[in-house]
């Protein structure tokens, strides 16, 4: 076996919630030559907790980094590798640099944003960043520093615990967590259908229009634990939100065209009927069917709601059903434009 090769750097040592830390500064080429990923939900090892990547969010720290930028906060990293410790010395720590042995805790985004500036620009990788070692974390001490940190530097969605310790977490309003936690981001998300378009409690009339309770109470019951999401094994926010937003986004390239989306008048997916009935036509019919085809893109869902151009369900459309038969309305509409621009069974090879 060739010989280990080991950089050397001075230290300082501290303690959080009984978890030696230790921190240093590193080149970047050298973190990104020992860090690695370990997601939750995809990864079964001790200390998996980061989420899916985004990919948006990436490319803005890319160009960010490309302008002469860099990060004065840490990277936190969990050393996983028992083959080959870190040398803590008295006075220096001697990291092994071959092969990835140390979990991200906190910076994947940056680190991936990073190693896409290098590709651009190598002599970045010699930069140095402030790095917070820890070794052989479990996945609660390292849930524990993820939630802290990101509590304190930013909102996390609430139900997000749920999704690091599982069933460890009693959590009996988990469902009503989770839908909250998805309608916040929608309505946050520039990228989002509702961008902008929740009506929260207490603000000023003209300020939203979804009312946020109408939309959990449309969402909550399919977070539960036998709900649609848990038993297709879609039970992580990342993924809930993808496919929501791709959805509800196949809906709105359709009323785009007309240049009705945004007509708060006549879009019925910002009235409690509409987005009901949206929601429960995803749930009871598309879900399946997006794990059979094995893709919940926006483009599969336009493929599978396939609206007939210029043809959208209006407003208008639901005014004189109660609230309860204007969903079901949602839903039969959605469901005959299915199948009458379906293709004829004359394309079918049998």
Known sequence: MADIKYVEVQYLKSTF???DVFTFPMKVNDLLSIQYVAVRGQSSEEGAVQRILNKRRIQSIKEFILKG?????TFIINWTDMSFEPKILKDVIKIPLQGRRAQTIDGQHRLVGLQAAINEKPEIGEKEVLVSLCLHLTTKESATIFLNINSEQKPVPKSLI???????????????????DIIDILNEDKDSPFW????YPGRPRGQGDLDL?????????????DGVFQRYNLSEI???VRIIMNYFNAIKSYYDTLGLWENKSKNPFFKGAGFYGAFEYLVEELIAKCQLEKSFTMATFQKLLNFAEGDVLLTSDLKNFDGKTARKEVKKFFAESSRKNSPSVDSYEF
């Open 196 to 199: 902008g378009h929740i009506k």
């Open 213 to 225: 309770s109408v939309a959990v109470n449309a969402m909550k019951k399919h977070f539960d634990s």
């Open 69 to 73: 930028n860099m990060f004065f906060n």
């Open 17 to 19: 919630s009984d978890v």
């Open 162 to 180: 749920y999704d690091l310790f599982g069933e460890a977490v009693e959590d009996k309003e988990h469902a009503i967590n989770r839908a909250k």
């Open 238 to 240: 990342d993924i809930q």
